[in-house]
């Protein structure tokens, strides 16, 4: 399964999916037919209450779940067939990660966490070294790529998690409250650096709970008991200057 960059085109497209968990004792639904289409280039901000079912939603859109009912096309073709080897194939080529918790190796430089999944690829070295070197310097943090992560603080932790999402120019980036172990103003700066991955082309679906972060994306999606209740699209996506605003007012952002 290969995704093409055509733009202006449905990326995602979720239809009736529903997902249920089962233990010996409960059936938890969390999510319960939802539908939602992500064109490409979209910056979709996903929101809602603790246990709304975002975190489930952005796991099966990256491909790392899969719905208990309902269909789920990504770049037009159906995920249902995939093995698990193609499963794998398309979240190390087609979609950036970029977690809450950073998820850095510990024993590896910043170098070496942002090269490792293109090493998964068998891509030469050279094209590595290039892909790294870019990325490092695009979320400025170039002058680091020998430290360790338990020598960075945590706004460079996730800047090179930032880096290694988009080392490998994934059609789709998708991001797991990506400032949740962040002050406002390490908050402030990684927003930025998606808002500037966006204006540069690439489609960003996010989940937070922050009102203002929302505000960078062009559309949000609240999720209430595993439902769709409310979708706004067409805004102005945050300026800088309300960014900065932000941060001279760091109550804004918690």
Known sequence: ????????????CLEGVRKV????????????????????????????????????LLSILGLLD???????????????TLSP????????????????????????????????????????????????????EQVGMAHRRM??????????QQRVAVARAVAGDPLLVLADEPTGNLDSKNGDAVMELLAELHRQGSTI??????????????????????RIIEERRDQAPFARSEARAVDAYPHAAT
């Open 205 to 226: 679906c996010m989940v937070t709970h922050n009102p203002d972060y929302a505000r960078y994306a062009t559309r949000t999606v609240t999720l209430f008991d595993g």
């Open 147 to 156: 430290h360790l992560p338990s020598q960075l603080s945590g706004g460079q």
């Open 66 to 80: 899969s719905p208990s009912e309902g269909t789920f096309r990504l770049g037009g073709q159906s995920v249902a």
């Open 21 to 56: 968990f089962y233990t010996e004792e409960v059936e938890t639904h969390a999510l319960a037919s939802v539908h939602l289409r992500v064109n490409r280039g979209e910056y979709v901000a996903i929101g809602g209450p603790s246990g709304s079912g975002k975190t489930t």
């Open 1 to 12: 399964m290969v995704l093409t960059a055509n733009s202006n085109e449905e990326l995602i």
């Open 85 to 136: 080897a193609e499963r794998a194939r398309v979240r190390n080529r087609q979609i950036g990660f970029i977690f809450q918790s950073f998820n850095l190796i510990g024993d590896l430089t910043v170098f070496e966490n942002v090269e490792l999944p293109l090493t998964y690829r068998g891509m030469p070295g050279a094209e590595r070294k290039m892909r790294v070197e870019r990325a490092l």
